[in-house]
């Protein structure tokens, strides 16, 4: 008999064990749902706070736009309208004043400087060597084959001259 004590001393060890792990098992998850119930929690009331400032938010909001609507009548919309577009024109418009200052003193310089150019043209004059006479000669020879630089040579002019008698002439 001796056997069966035994058997149910080490059936009971078992079963105490077996309790003792489910007991352990079963605290332990507890603490795990705990913590994760703990930290919804907080999210929650963190959530909840955001929420309590944002529906203050609005409300002033609201109310700051009801009173804003409220108190400036058509005209002195109008007004506001207009002092600001004129708040932002007023740059562009001084800007132009300076570029249109700026065109005219350049207008004013191409002015003075064509007179002068064309004061410098009226005394440049055609070359004395070059008349109605030298021009047929140069003509003549040039549809003869002789070279530019030797008609002016021959001629006692420079080759531009030359070069310049045959352009007017539309020979080259």
Same mark, same amino acid.
């Given at each position: 008999m001796n056997?069966?004590?035994?058997?149910?001393?080490?059936?009971?060890?078992?079963?105490?064990?077996v309790i003792l792990?489910?007991?352990?098992?079963?605290?332990?998850? /507890?603490?795990?749902? $705990?913590?994760?119930?703990? %930290?919804?929690?907080?999210?929650? *009331? !963190?959530?909840?706070r955001e929420i309590f400032y944002l529906k203050k938010?609005?409300? /002033?909001?609201?109310? $700051?736009?009801?009173?804003? %609507?409220?108190?400036?009548?058509? *005209? !002195?919309?109008?007004?506001?309208?207009?002092?600001?577009?004129?708040?932002?024109?007023k740059p562009l418009s001084m800007g132009l004043q300076q570029m249109q200052e700026t065109?005219?003193?350049?207008?004013?310089?191409?002015?003075s400087r064509v007179s002068s150019l064309e004061t410098g043209v009226k005394q440049i004059s055609i070359p004395s060597s070059i008349h109605a006479n030298d021009d047929e000669k140069i003509i003549s020879l040039f549809k003869q084959g002789i070279s530019l630089e030797t008609i002016s040579k021959?001629?006692?002019?420079?080759?531009?001259?030359v070069e310049f008698v045959l352009k007017i002439n539309k020979i080259k």
């Open positions: 056997y069966d004590f035994l058997t149910i001393e080490h059936a009971a060890a078992a079963m105490a064990i792990y489910l007991l352990y098992y079963v605290f332990s998850k /507890d603490s795990e749902y $705990s913590k994760n119930i703990h %930290s919804v929690a907080s999210v929650v *009331e !963190e959530l909840n938010k609005l409300v /002033d909001t609201q109310k $700051s736009v009801q009173d804003n %609507s409220r108190g400036m009548s058509d *005209e !002195e919309i109008y007004q506001e309208i207009e002092r600001s577009v004129y708040d932002m024109i065109v005219e003193t350049i207008d004013a310089q191409i002015d021959e001629l006692h002019i420079s080759k531009a001259e």
